[in-house]
DNA sequence: AAGGTGACTTAGGACTAGTTGG
DNA sequence: CCAACTAGTCCTAAGTCACCTT
């Protein structure tokens, strides 16, 4: 098959070696647990061989650390600093009270802002430079203009309030989250409808009339009938034992066994029921459409302080029947609806607040800006809370999104100070800051999530670093010709499988033994250590670091080197892109986001073999053309010809890039059966890092980022240039 | 420390809309 | 034009981490 520049994701770097022995000193004491662990039931099997790369980047710490807490630092607004690239140096000084301070400067880095105009002068002052074209993308509607003014809560909403650069003001220093707030409250789920009477429940072979409640909870099952939990033990006798508590005392004694229930017409009427969806007229889903989209109108957007900002999850979560991920104990039961009763509702004192359905009220209405959901209620399968917030392109999320980036620029400038410190720390004489240290290097190097523990029975058996057990882990004093190796196998976050060989050094390598001696394959790996003391620690060594900084740092260091060492200057466009899906793939693997290949994989892969052949026939047709118009020309040596001539060889170079093209397509898609790059993408890759690429390549974003991502990421497509660097 | 709660980020899969090419 | 197939969106579960209480 035509493949072509088959990469190896997989291969990867590696470098550290290094080595040295060491006996210890010991004790442990051990608050094992003992639970039984199961997992075996690898559910999503699967497996990847990975290796991870290990990076190195580095950079003076020079930073000190200490910064009030929430606040963030930021400088004095009259200060001229923020020029372009300054570089961090301490910001500390905090002027007389003053609090209020740039924005600019607290996330150092060289951000320039550019074209402003923004409503307020306050900002233009304070912003010099602007540069304008920046701008990648061909749209127009990036200018923004004067959005609006003070505050009130004038809705503004005459015109969409073209695009606000929250990046160019300020930030609020004293926790707050908002000085304004003020939405219509959820959607509340649709209420349930009965069903026709001619869709029959069978128990035990004779028909039964189910009464509402009963009834509904019943078409939640019916509606997953095909689906493969339905034939779990767990999931039906949660179901079955959650469906009691809604029967009414005659239904209860009357259905006593699940096995003898049979919900077929009620799935066959719910399968008709989407077919017919599917069958509706143009007009009839265009009604639907334009519904939705009133609805959004209404309810999918708020009002924050002057702007209006979209909502991420403005509906209520219908009812239905618990379907965790994995080996879940609690999956079937079910997830009862939420009246407004349930529900807390938060906005502004002095905005119009949402009211709730006639008839009923909220649970609370409260006033507080300190944190930044709109409504929230506690769900019942595991008691947590809820909330509806803000879309990704908000202010809100996007400056705390901003923000993180920047906590992991810092990271890479102390980075090698870590990482000496925890190889020094393999050699201590206590355990507890053994164990910190092997922890924190597999979080560094395999970029392993913390792993906080959980408590057993309310969720899948499922791990991270700090949380691993013996069982996790094998170990190989020599493997595949590699000396000291690790082999971690171990359900993630969402039971995704983690499973990976990795040779690490001695030093680790005989500290893991010690920490398994005289222990059972169900007792923790690191018993002196969890995540509280392990982001304690990080906490002294960095100012916010914590594990995750890691994983991002990470992730983005990686997406950069990669796309330095991939991308080659002449490639063309598709081949540009290639490289750069290679990149991000390459993050992808580091961070184990996993995709169950989608089922049409095959098939699909198969159609565009189809296409290439097809494609190559064709080129090898028009080549000949060529020929034969060449040979024509010989003989002839007309204009005509020649023109002919020409026009053939067009053909055979547009068919060329075409096929080209579809081969690209094939690669990367192959490459990508079981990688999901999406997760990397969103929530691990500095922006920027991408942003600049694309300037610095001439690649239209759009290529990149979809629409959805652009809003998210507008502040970075906004503000890096060419030259960015993580 | 330990345990609990709350807020917020990160995650994969289901669902849907939109595009393509037959 | 329609079916087939993707790409994008929606959904909500499952993590992280700070903070509070004991």
Same mark, same amino acid.
């Given at each position: /098959?035509?493949?072509?520049?088959?990469?190896?994701?997989?291969?990867?770097?590696? @470098?550290?070696?290094?080595?040295?022995?060491?006996?210890?000193?010991?004790?442990h004491?051990?608050?094992?647990?003992?639970?039984?662990?199961?997992?075996?039931?690898?559910?999503?099997?699967?497996?990847?061989?990975?290796?991870?790369?290990g990076?190195?980047?580095?950079?003076?710490?020079s930073?000190?650390?200490?910064?009030?807490?929430d606040?963030?630092?930021?400088?004095?607004? $009259?200060?001229?600093?923020?020029?372009?690239?300054?570089?961090e140096?301490?910001?500390?000084?905090?002027?007389?009270?003053?609090?209020? !301070?740039?924005?600019?400067?607290?996330?150092?880095?060289?951000?320039k802002?550019?074209?402003?105009?923004?409503?307020?002068?306050?900002v233009?002052?304070?912003?010099?430079?602007?540069?304008?074209?920046?701008?990648?993308?061909?749209?127009k509607?990036?200018?923004?203009?004067?959005?609006?003014?003070?505050d009130?809560?004038?809705?503004?909403?005459?015109?969409?309030?073209?695009? #606000?650069?929250?990046?160019e003001e300020?930030?609020?220093?004293?926790? $707050?989250?908002?000085?304004?707030?003020?939405?219509k409250?959820?959607v509340?789920?649709a209420?349930?409808?009965?069903?026709?009477?001619?869709?029959?429940?069978?128990?035990?072979?004779?028909?039964?009339?189910?009464?509402p409640e009963?009834?509904?909870v019943a078409?939640?099952?019916?509606?997953?009938?095909?689906?493969?939990?339905?034939?779990?033990d767990?999931?039906?006798?949660?179901f079955f034992?959650?469906? !009691?508590?809604?029967m009414?005392?005659?239904?209860?004694?009357?259905?006593?066994?699940?096995?003898k229930?049979n919900?077929?017409? /009620?799935g066959?009427?719910?399968?008709?029921?989407s077919?017919?969806?599917k069958?509706?007229?143009?007009?009839?889903?265009?009604?639907?459409?334009?519904?939705?989209e009133?609805?959004l109108?209404?309810?999918?957007?708020c009002?924050m302080?002057?702007?209006k900002?979209?909502?991420?999850?403005?509906r209520i979560?219908?009812?239905g029947?618990?379907?965790?991920?994995?080996?879940?104990?609690?999956?079937?039961?079910l997830?009862?609806?939420?009246?407004?009763?349930?529900?807390?509702?938060?906005?502004?004192?002095?905005s119009?607040?949402?009211?709730?359905?006639p008839?009923?009220?909220?649970?609370?209405?409260r006033?507080?800006?300190?944190?930044?959901?709109?409504?929230?209620?506690?769900?019942?399968?595991?008691? $947590?809370i809820?909330?509806?917030m803000?879309?990704?392109?908000?202010r809100?999320?996007?400056?705390?999104?901003?923000?993180?980036?920047e906590? %992991?620029?810092?990271?890479?400038?102390c980075?090698?100070?870590? !990482?000496?410190?925890?190889?020094?720390? #393999?050699?201590?004489?206590?355990?507890r800051? !053994?164990?910190?240290?092997?922890?924190?290097y597999?979080?560094?190097?395999l970029?392993?999530r913390?792993?906080?523990?959980?408590?057993?029975?309310?969720?899948?058996?499922?791990?991270g670093?700090?949380s691993?057990?013996?069982?996790?882990?094998?170990?190989?004093?020599e493997?595949?010709?590699?000396?000291?190796?690790v082999?971690?196998?171990?359900?993630?976050?969402?039971?995704i499988?983690?499973?990976?060989k990795v040779?690490?050094e001695?030093?680790v390598?005989?500290n893991?033994?010690?920490?398994?001696?005289?222990k059972?394959?169900e007792d923790?790996?690191?018993?002196?250590l969890?995540?509280?003391?392990?982001?304690k620690?990080l906490?002294?060594?960095m100012?916010?670091?914590?594990?995750?900084?890691?994983?991002?740092?990470?992730?983005?260091?990686t997406?950069? @080197?990669?796309?330095?060492?991939l991308?080659?200057?002449?490639e063309n466009?598709?081949?540009?892109?290639?490289?750069?899906?290679?990149?991000?793939?390459?993050? %992808?693997?580091?961070?184990?986001h996993q995709?169950?290949?989608?089922?049409?994989?095959?098939k699909?892969?198969?159609?565009?073999?189809?296409?290439?052949? %097809?494609?190559?026939?064709?080129?090898?047709d028009?080549k000949?053309?060529?020929?034969?118009?060449?040979?024509?020309?010989k003989?002839?040596?007309?204009?005509?010809?020649?023109?002919a001539?020409e026009?053939?060889?067009?053909?055979?170079?547009?068919?060329?890039?075409?096929?080209m093209?579809l081969?690209?397509? %094939?690669?990367?898609?192959?490459?990508?059966? @079981?990688?999901?790059?999406?997760?990397?993408?969103?929530?691990?890759?500095?922006?920027?890092?991408?942003?600049? #690429?694309c300037?610095?390549?001439?690649?239209?974003?759009?290529?990149?980022?979809?629409?959805?991502?652009?809003?998210?990421?507008? #502040?970075?497509i906004?503000?890096?240039?060419d030259?960015?660097?993580f």
């Amino acid at each position: /098959m035509a493949v072509i520049w088959r990469g190896n994701t997989q291969d990867r770097l590696h @470098q550290d070696t290094i080595s040295s022995g060491g006996g210890n000193s010991h004790k442990h004491k051990d608050k094992y647990k003992d639970k039984e662990h199961k997992h075996k039931d690898h559910k999503k099997d699967r497996e990847r061989d990975k290796s991870k790369y290990g990076n190195s980047d580095h950079k003076e710490f020079s930073e000190k650390k200490h910064r009030e807490k929430d606040r963030i630092k930021h400088e004095d607004v $009259s200060t001229d600093r923020h020029k372009d690239k300054h570089k961090e140096k301490d910001h500390r000084k905090d002027e007389s009270g003053l609090f209020i !301070r740039c924005l600019f400067l607290f996330f150092r880095t060289e951000f320039k802002p550019k074209k402003i105009k923004i409503e307020n002068d306050r900002v233009d002052k304070k912003t010099k430079k602007r540069k304008q074209d920046e701008d990648i993308k061909p749209k127009k509607t990036q200018k923004n203009k004067k959005g609006e003014v003070a505050d009130g809560k004038k809705k503004a909403k005459k015109e969409p309030e073209e695009k #606000w650069k929250w990046w160019e003001e300020e930030r609020a220093t004293d926790g $707050s989250k908002w000085r304004f707030l003020e939405h219509k409250g959820p959607v509340m789920a649709a209420p349930y409808e009965p069903l026709p009477s001619k869709v029959r429940f069978f128990y035990d072979g004779k028909q039964m009339k189910l009464g509402p409640e009963a009834e509904e909870v019943a078409t939640f099952f019916a509606k997953m009938l095909d689906h493969e939990y339905t034939t779990k033990d767990a999931f039906r006798k949660n179901f079955f034992k959650d469906w !009691r508590k809604e029967m009414t005392s005659e239904e209860k004694s009357k259905i006593t066994d699940l096995k003898k229930c049979n919900f077929n017409e /009620m799935g066959e009427y719910f399968k008709a029921q989407s077919e017919a969806r599917k069958a509706m007229t143009k007009d009839d889903k265009l009604k639907i459409k334009v519904e939705n989209e009133r609805l959004l109108q209404e309810y999918g957007f708020c009002i924050m302080d002057n702007h209006k900002e979209r909502i991420a999850n403005f509906r209520i979560e219908p009812p239905g029947l618990f379907r965790g991920r994995g080996d879940h104990p609690k999956m079937g039961m079910l997830k009862r609806r939420i009246r407004p009763e349930d529900i807390i509702i938060n906005c502004s004192k002095d905005s119009k607040h949402p009211k709730p359905p006639p008839g009923t009220k909220w649970k609370e209405l409260r006033h507080d800006n300190k944190v930044t959901w709109l409504v929230s209620w506690t769900e019942n399968i595991q008691g $947590s809370i809820k909330y509806i917030m803000l879309n990704p392109s908000s202010r809100i999320k996007g400056e705390k999104d901003w923000q993180k980036y920047e906590t %992991a620029r810092n990271l890479k400038k102390c980075v090698d100070r870590l !990482r000496n410190q925890y190889r020094e720390d #393999w050699k201590s004489k206590e355990m507890r800051i !053994r164990q910190r240290a092997v922890a924190l290097y597999f979080i560094d190097k395999l970029a392993l999530r913390a792993g906080n523990e959980k408590e057993e029975g309310e969720s899948a058996d499922t791990v991270g670093c700090c949380s691993l057990r013996v069982e996790h882990i094998n170990l190989y004093p020599e493997k595949d010709g590699q000396e000291f190796v690790v082999e971690f196998d171990f359900l993630g976050k969402d039971s995704i499988r983690y499973y990976n060989k990795v040779p690490v050094e001695k030093r680790v390598f005989k500290n893991l033994q010690l920490f398994m001696e005289n222990k059972q394959p169900e007792d923790d790996l690191f018993d002196r250590l969890n995540t509280s003391i392990l982001n304690k620690h990080l906490q002294e060594l960095m100012d916010g670091l914590t594990a995750k900084v890691f994983r991002t740092y990470n992730a983005s260091i990686t997406l950069q @080197q990669q796309l330095k060492e991939l991308t080659s200057p002449d490639e063309n466009l598709p081949a540009k892109i290639l490289s750069y899906n290679r990149a991000n793939r390459a993050v %992808a693997i580091l961070c184990n986001h996993q995709r169950a290949p989608p089922k049409t994989f095959e098939k699909s892969m198969q159609n565009l073999q189809t296409k290439i052949d %097809a494609k190559k026939d064709q080129l090898s047709d028009a080549k000949r053309d060529v020929k034969s118009a060449k040979a024509d020309l010989k003989v002839r040596r007309d204009e005509k010809s020649k023109k002919a001539v020409e026009t053939k060889k067009k053909a055979v170079e547009r068919l060329e890039e075409q096929l080209m093209k579809l081969e690209v397509q %094939a690669t990367d898609r192959e490459e990508n059966k @079981q990688i999901a790059l999406g997760t990397s993408k969103l929530n691990y890759l500095d922006p920027r890092i991408s942003v600049a #690429w694309c300037k610095k390549w001439g690649i239209p974003i759009e290529k990149i980022y979809n629409k959805t991502q652009r809003e998210k990421f507008a #502040w970075a497509i906004d503000m890096a240039e060419d030259d960015y660097e993580f």
